[in-house]
């Protein structure tokens, strides 16, 4: 069965403070890694498809990168309104599994 | 607004109780997908339709659970004999085949609270 473990669970930043968050994956056949960002209240919204180790994307100041094992969310000098829950997702057929997230708090 | 419409936004009922919720998904769409979300939780995948085909339901989805999909358009998932465990965040999203891979346009969702 795929497995999406997101860590940490919450991180809390004051504006500018850059940092990374962490998705480890199990999954057999690997068609695509996701990353989509949620608001509270809201429903997710996609932010970048990852397909191959050493690809890397990119939007506005965040920046998504993949190994074989593991994807990578750097956030570069935050700001407020990138405070949000970020989710991971896996794709082996045709549907997502996703992880818990990571609740990102960025501070003024 | 030509995004994923789901309603109603929010359901309160009493355990035993049915209830239904609605999907209106972005109109060339034809992948429609059903997902669950409890706090601190990421989406739970539930069920999956290709227009009107329902091609996958998760092992979550017990008997009381059931999805439709008429005539590939809209979508509704009703709860027979609610309980308190069914209390969650009811997400719809849809994608098409010609976009991105993984691109999913999800709705706001549909919250249930059982009494």
């Known amino acids: 069965e795929d497995q999406v473990t997101q860590s940490p669970e919450a991180l809390r930043l004051q504006e500018g403070e850059s940092s990374s968050l962490n998705c480890s994956y199990t999954?057999?056949?690997?068609?695509?890694l996701f990353w989509y960002r949620q608001d509270p209240g809201k429903g997710p919204e996609f932010l970048f498809t990852?397909?191959?180790a050493g690809e890397e994307k990119e939007k506005e100041r965040l920046k998504a990168t993949l190994t074989k094992k593991e994807s990578f969310l750097h956030i570069t000098a935050p700001k407020p309104e990138d405070s949000a829950t970020y989710l991971c997702?896996?794709?082996?057929?045709?549907?997502?599994?996703f992880g818990a997230g990571t609740t990102v708090t960025v501070r003024a | 607004d030509t995004g994923v419409s789901q309603n109603p936004r929010h359901k309160i009922t009493k355990r035993g109780q049915n209830v239904t919720f609605r999907c209106d998904p972005i109109?060339?769409?034809?992948?429609l997908y059903w997902y669950r979300q409890t706090l601190g939780q990421g989406p739970e995948f539930l069920t999956y339709?290709?227009?009107?085909?329902?091609?996958?339901k998760s092992r979550l989805l017990s008997d009381r659970f059931s999805a439709e999909r008429p005539k590939g358009s809209f979508s509704t998932l009703e709860i027979q004999r609610t309980e308190q465990g069914d209390s969650a965040m009811y997400l719809c999203?849809?994608?098409?085949?010609?976009?991105?891979?993984?691109?999913?346009?999800f709705g706001e969702g549909s919250r249930l609270t059982v009494l």
């Open positions: 339709f290709q227009n009107e085909a329902q091609l996958e």
């Open positions: 990852l397909y191959s």
């Open positions: 999203a849809s994608s098409s085949t010609r976009g991105v891979s993984g691109e999913l346009f």
């Open positions: 109109s060339e769409h034809n992948r």
């Open positions: 999954v057999s056949g690997l068609r695509g």
């Open positions: 997702a896996v794709k082996a057929d045709y549907k997502l599994s």
